[in-house]
């Protein structure tokens, strides 16, 4: 009964980390730091409109920021206008083959011209998952630094250290 709200409770807080610590990391490196709206660090995965945007040297990185309010909920690409998820939250184990992915429409996601797009998930799934050509056996597990279909893929925790990186 308490799981679905502390799960959305826990979505926000990890967000607000988040965004606390990409912009601390942008003051103390002087990387120049682009909110798109107030709540900019909320993100919605359904939403088209991207988060932020982070310029490092000569390129411009846009972030849309999208995640999962549970772990134990499986994260699926599979074009630009659906993603899918399979959630195991609230699942007895011996049940889970029972559980199908849901496929989810969303607006196609608009990024700047001229910037790098990437797609940052925080808090993140355990398993995230590339489908192509609508074949529904076909999954492919993707991590950081890997293709999305409109950008590329980072967890969380990877984007912060790229921007150390930087």
Not at 12 to 19: D, E, P, S, V
Not at 70 to 76: D, E, S
Not at 83 to 112: G, H, W
């Amino acid at each position: 009964m308490f799981g679905a709200p502390t799960g959305w409770i826990g979505l926000i807080l990890k967000r607000a980390r988040f965004a606390v610590r990409v912009k601390r990391i942008c003051k103390k490196k002087n990387l120049p730091f682009e909110k798109n709206g107030f709540f900019w660090w909320l993100g919605k995965n359904k939403s088209g409109k991207h988060s932020f945007t982070v310029t490092c040297g000569e390129e411009r990185y846009s972030v849309k920021l999208i995640g999962v309010r549970n772990p134990a909920i499986l994260f699926g690409f599979v074009n630009e206008t659906t993603y899918e998820i399979k959630d195991y939250t609230f699942v007895l184990p011996n049940a889970m083959d029972s559980v199908n992915y849901v496929l989810k429409a969303k607006e196609p996601y608009r990024f700047p011209e001229g910037t790098h797009p990437c797609i940052v998930m925080v808090p993140h799934s355990v398993k995230v998952t590339l489908r192509e050509h609508n074949e529904r056996k076909q999954r492919q597990e993707i991590g950081s630094h890997d293709k999305a279909p409109e950008g590329e893929f980072f967890f969380g925790e990877n984007f912060l250290q790229f921007l150390k990186d930087q």
